[in-house]
């Protein structure tokens, strides 16, 4: 089955503790994307990468931390830099930048205590 | 701030009826896209215009894009109690910078 992953579904953290949110892809595509979204509002974009060892802050990198060792992962860190990190987190991949749909994994919603 | 602007925020409708939401945006795009989201879950791509289509049609879904105005429009014809979804416009620039709109809450009712 190709598609985009993420895991865990739900997380609970308590406050000061950094986590790390996993994003798995075996879509073969180049370029992937975080993004928060808050209770009935759009996505913000965190970071996204248009290839492995490359990417780019979004509109809300505060405090969030990327790596992109392999092309089909894309982990994000939420730190504790981060005020409010509580939100639901989205992931998503696509061919390349720009052109192309993107595809999402089914979020993980985190709540820190 | 976000590009994408959707309007309405919400749009109740019953069966059979037609639903159109509007998306305004800011700068110049590449591409606007249109997808779909059903509580709690991840985003579903519906469709793509570039730049330079003015139209574009798939199944029961009609989106129009007008650069001069920076809006488009997305009709759902023949709605369904499945179509109940948030409905989200995003933007990308030539940079590959995509951006959401805060989306439009359809709800359709048997």
């Known amino acids: 089955d190709g598609g985009i992953t993420q895991s865990p579904k739900y997380l609970f953290r308590k406050e000061g503790q950094n986590v790390t949110l996993s994003c798995e892809q075996n879509?073969?595509?180049?370029?992937m994307y975080w993004y928060r979204q808050d209770p009935g509002q759009g996505l913000r974009l965190i970071y996204y990468?248009?290839?492995?060892?490359?990417?780019q802050k979004g509109d809300i990198a505060e405090g969030y931390s990327v790596s992109r060792e392999k092309k089909e992962s894309f982990p994000l860190t939420v730190t504790s830099a981060q005020k409010n990190p509580t939100a639901f987190y989205l992931c998503?991949?696509?061919?390349?930048?720009?052109?192309?749909?993107?595809?999402f994994g089914p979020g993980t919603r985190l709540t820190v205590l | 701030s976000q590009q994408g602007e959707e309007d309405p925020q919400a749009l109740s409708i019953q069966e059979g009826e037609n639903a159109t939401m509007n998306c305004s945006y800011k700068t110049s795009i590449n591409n606007l896209q249109w997808y779909r989201q059903n509580s709690g879950r991840g985003l579903v791509h519906l469709i793509l215009i570039r730049s330079n289509e003015r139209e574009k049609h798939s199944g029961r879904l009609r989106v129009t894009l007008d650069t001069s105005k920076k809006s488009s429009s997305l009709l759902i014809t023949a709605s369904r109690a499945a179509d109940t979804a948030s409905y989200f416009c995003a933007t990308a620039d030539s940079w590959g910078k995509f951006q959401f709109g805060a989306g439009t809450q359809v709800v359709v009712t048997p």
């Open positions: 879509l073969n595509h180049d370029a």
């Open positions: 990468s248009q290839i492995v060892n490359d990417f």
């Open positions: 998503a991949s696509s061919i390349r930048l720009v052109y192309n749909e993107q595809f």
